[in-house]
């Protein structure tokens, strides 16, 4: 009897990237492979691009932070100086100069005088700016001073918690704090060193906002360098009546001093064990048999970026709101980041290439990051900067319903809906093969075509988004199979509905 030719239509894997499950065995909405491809609830996009948004700085932006008051402003830390980047194009001279690191750390505090920035970097004083100008902070500088710490420059991390100015003084296990409503005055010491118990230093500190049995709660976390968690509650330390320890929970070690981020009422921690939320619960059981990281579909790659890379500078989780995206930054080397980029709505994963980002930012509701003499303005149009924005993606292998026997693959159609005329070349990927298409598809310019002309296979809507369903010849024969594709534009949007595939059932072998 020959071989029966059969057509199957299969969804574009909208559940993104898996780094956790077996090839054989992966979800079927999944992919092996996902990269600059967005999944959304209803395709997989082409991600957006960049733009060079501040040019002329000096060297690599390792900071970029903004300040929210009567006036908003965006700054870069680069070299030795702090620059203002609020305006495109080339930078001006320095604000800050003389600095011996660029690696700062950021707060607001809101007063009846105004709304004030503070930046660190555990090596220089600190830096307050009040909406005008950048003043340094010393013993004796006015009107804001602090007493109380032996070396101010020492000061690595600051953080605001009701209506307070929290430090940590870089290479110890003391945190200071300042009176309410203070930018300056005589800081009070509280050592994390008789908490912690498996040593280490204190290396960053957040608020948890929590849910509990008396309603919204603010909690205060302070991270060592060893991975412990130590959780109070209180508003002040000098008071036991109104402050006390929660308790102390052991994770895997932070990914830096940027290793907590805020996520709307919650506060994800960034660390060897992946990126964990606070409101999921899992501090409060054990780590070995919970699976409430948010990584946890792709713990595999995010834990040997974790090893590998542990000791460079850029690990950073940001939460992007406007495109309902959490973006955590993957130093691989300087100029070679990548980011694991999640969608919010759904938890699907996918990998971005092509950002060299150092460190990110949220400014006036868009995403920005620091690179090599440039602040970038990102997830905008298409393309990074011109160059072309080029997606693969490989989904799950499939029997397609026939376990055990043979098929031969002939063609495969990608459904995609654009605004232009992406490149796009597949390739059949067969019994768990992962090798991806050879080159680039070729980037061809936007175009469109008047209703009733178009070439069979292609439709142009009038809001000029066209679908575009051409059968393309494949050559695969085997058990399991996966077209593996790729895209390449740096004009046009690309959406990913479906894959149609064609091809014949043999028998077992």
């Not at 005008?132 to 600051?158: D, E, H, M, R, Y």
Request: proline share 4%.
């Amino acid at each position: 009897m020959p071989a029966s030719s059969q057509t199957v239509s299969v969804p574009a894997p909208v559940g993104g990237w898996n780094a956790r499950d077996s090839l054989a065995n992966m979800p079927s909405n999944m992919a092996v492979t996902m990269i600059n491809m967005f999944p959304t609830p209803s395709s997989v996009n082409l991600r957006n691009g960049f733009v060079n948004w501040a040019t002329g700085l000096p060297g690599q932006v390792n900071s970029v932070f903004g300040y929210n008051g009567a006036s908003s402003k965006l700054f870069a830390g680069c070299g030795a100086g702090i620059y203002d980047v609020s305006s495109t194009g080339a930078v001006g001279s320095a604000l800050v100069t003389g600095q011996t690191s660029d690696r700062y750390v950021t707060t607001h505090l809101s007063t009846l005088g105004g709304t004030y920035l503070y930046a660190v970097n555990g090596s220089d004083y600190p830096q307050i700016y009040n909406g005008t100008a950048w003043q340094q902070v010393t013993s004796s500088s006015t009107p804001f001073a602090i007493s109380g710490i032996t070396n101010l420059q020492k000061l690595s991390f600051v953080h605001t918690a009701k209506m307070r100015i929290w430090f940590v003084e870089g290479g110890s296990t003391r945190a200071w704090y300042l009176p309410t409503t203070s930018l300056g005055g005589t800081a009070q010491q509280l050592d994390l060193g008789p908490v912690f118990r498996n040593g280490g230093t204190l290396v960053s500190i957040g608020t948890w906002s929590a849910m509990g049995g008396f309603g919204a709660q603010d909690f205060l976390v302070f991270v060592s360098s060893t991975g412990e968690i130590a959780v109070y509650q209180g508003t002040d330390p000098s008071q036991l009546t109104t402050w006390a320890l929660v308790g102390v929970w052991q994770m895997g070690s932070p990914m830096g001093n940027r290793c907590l981020a805020k996520y709307g009422a919650d506060l994800l921690y960034l660390s060897k064990d992946g990126l964990t939320s606070f409101n999921q619960g899992r501090f409060f059981s054990d780590v070995s048999a919970n699976k409430s990281a948010l990584t946890d579909s792709i713990q595999w790659a995010i834990s040997t970026a974790t090893s590998n890379y542990a000791n460079n500078n850029g690990w950073q989780a940001q939460n992007f709101p406007l495109s309902n995206a959490l973006v955590v930054n993957i130093p691989v080397s300087q100029g070679s980041q990548v980011q694991y980029v999640q969608n919010t709505v759904t938890g699907a994963w996918c990998q971005f290439q092509g950002w060299a980002a150092n460190c990110f930012e949220i400014w006036k509701d868009q995403l920005y990051f620091g690179g090599n003499g440039v602040v970038a303005l990102a997830w905008t149009g298409y393309s990074d900067n011109g160059a072309n924005i080029v997606g693969e993606c490989l989904p799950a292998f499939s029997q397609f319903g026939a376990d055990g026997q043979v098929k031969n693959w002939t063609m495969v159609r990608p459904v995609l809906l654009t605004s232009g005329s992406p490149g796009v070349s597949v390739t059949m990927n067969v019994d768990f093969d992962q090798t991806p298409p050879i080159g680039s598809p070729i980037t061809n310019a936007a175009s469109g075509t008047v209703w009733g002309s178009a070439q069979w296979g292609s439709s142009y809507w009038p809001y000029s988004q066209v679908v575009v369903k051409n059968w393309q010849y494949i050559t695969g024969m085997g058990f399991a199979g996966a077209a593996h594709i790729k895209i390449s534009t740096n004009s046009a949007s690309v959406q990913w509905a479906q894959l149609d595939y064609q091809f014949e059932v043999g028998g077992v072998l």
